[in-house]
């Protein structure tokens, strides 16, 4: 795996890798970075008391900003150990950055002169929300096909106790999928136009309920990290390309963690 992330890592450096050798590249840092995330920070540093002695928020507005509080702290520790790993091999030649003035992404993989390499926009997925509110909604025309990638991760609470008996619990990431953003915004666009809707240069619209006739801005719900793919593709999965294969096998995973959870 070390040659291999070497070799790779050497290509984006230049800046002639292809789009599959960047998904690659990401997707063997996440591997030992998600280990890493799971092994040393999170039963450190998101460690609390259990469920019981220590509840989390109920009501919805503070389950949304919870949720969204740990997404971006799994973000930075995910990215921090991620910027480490590359260090330790490539030094000044590569780097991973905050993209701290852009919405979209939410790194940049920079060369030995600062130049964006990679762009990674970044989704983390509650297992035990109800109604999963990570979404992606870049438009198509703003994504650079060779240069970005999206890293969705699934992430639950897990219980544990120390060795003084004290009862805790400590999320974790269970699950993860590394794809080419221009295939998830392709699929996204496709199950809008599947469903009557249009995609625009600038916008989404969508048919308005009662009305399919009559077109509106879409409001979030296309990019919808778990809904992504239309039901009528899925029903033909060798049909589509490897990457949104894996991406389906990684929202199957976080469905049935969600219903696991339930049942518990």
Known sequence: MVDKITSLGNKIANNNATIDEVTMFVTLLMQI???????????????KRDRITEPLPENKRQLSSYRTRLGSIFEYALSSQMDSLINQTFGSNLRLTFAVAH???????????????????MKAVDADSEEQAARFEVLSSLIQGEKDVVVLIGWEWCDDELENGIKCEYPMIFSFVVVPAMELANERDESVRLRGGRVEADRILVPTRGNPSLLKKDEGNA????????KTRKNEPFKLSQYIQRYLQFTDVVERRKKNNKDE
């Open 33 to 47: 970075t998600v280990e890493k995330v799971n092994e040393l920070f999170a039963p450190r540093q998101l460690i």
């Open 103 to 121: 919405q979209y992404p939410d790194f940049l993989m920079r060369d030995k002169v600062l130049q964006s390499s990679v762009r990674i926009e």
């Open 223 to 230: 990019g919808k990290i778990l809904r992504l793919v239309h």
